[in-house]
């Protein structure tokens, strides 16, 4: 009896030893370029007045979900939908984006410099905007420690705004359309 117990541990220790590792790499959404062909398709499309936001991430663990929110008027109403690494998202109404303050600060968001910071960092969080108004385009990333000396910037105020009209939305509005795991 010891002797076949010796023989299995030996068959299994030498199977486990001789088998190959498969592993099968998970290709999932670039949220950020989806969300930005998104842009471009509405913006062919006849939509002039579009709001993009992306909370990125430059030295994350791979997996953050990285979302990308889009805002769009079509109609006089607003739409919003999300892009993540996970999912495309469904088109919600009745939400908008911040419009008004960047109406009246457009001037600003545009051509205001933020003061930097004496170091920088490997590692961070970031926000980025994309806006298209009356034919006009912005883009601009603002780091999380390019914030702390910046808090009463413009383009500062508005991810600020951003942020509080999305936080507002509750998770159960949101449907995935289609997942990428």
């Known amino acids: 009896m010891r002797r076949i117990l010796q023989i299995l541990i030996a068959i299994v220790l030498t199977g486990c030893s001789v088998s190959k590792y498969y592993t099968s790499s998970v290709e999932h959404f670039d949220s950020r370029a989806e969300g930005n062909g998104f842009?471009?398709?509405?913006?062919?499309?006849?939509?002039?007045?579009?709001?993009?936001?992306?909370?990125?991430?430059?030295?994350?663990?791979?997996?953050?979900?990285?979302?990308?929110?889009?805002?769009?008027?079509?109609?006089?109403?607003?739409?919003?939908?999300?892009?993540?690494?996970y999912a495309r998202f469904n088109h919600i109404t009745g939400f908008s984006p911040p419009i008004k303050y960047i109406s009246d600060n457009i001037e600003a968001i545009d051509t205001l410099k933020l003061s930097l910071p004496k170091a920088e960092m490997s590692h961070f969080t970031y926000d980025a905007v994309r806006i298209l108004l009356n034919g006009r385009e912005i883009n601009y990333e603002i780091k999380n420690y390019e914030k702390w000396n910046n808090e009463s910037a413009p383009k500062v105020i508005l991810i600020?705004?951003?942020?509080?009209?999305?936080?507002?939305?509750f998770p159960s509005e949101w449907k995935a359309l289609d997942y990428k795991f």
């Open 39 to 85: 842009i471009d398709s509405l913006r062919t499309s006849g939509k002039d007045t579009i709001i993009g936001y992306y909370d990125g991430c430059s030295g994350c663990i791979r997996g953050l979900e990285k979302p990308y929110y889009i805002y769009w008027q079509s109609e006089n109403k607003w739409n919003l939908t999300k892009f993540t690494i």
């Open 160 to 169: 600020d705004k951003i942020r509080s009209k999305l936080f507002a939305i």
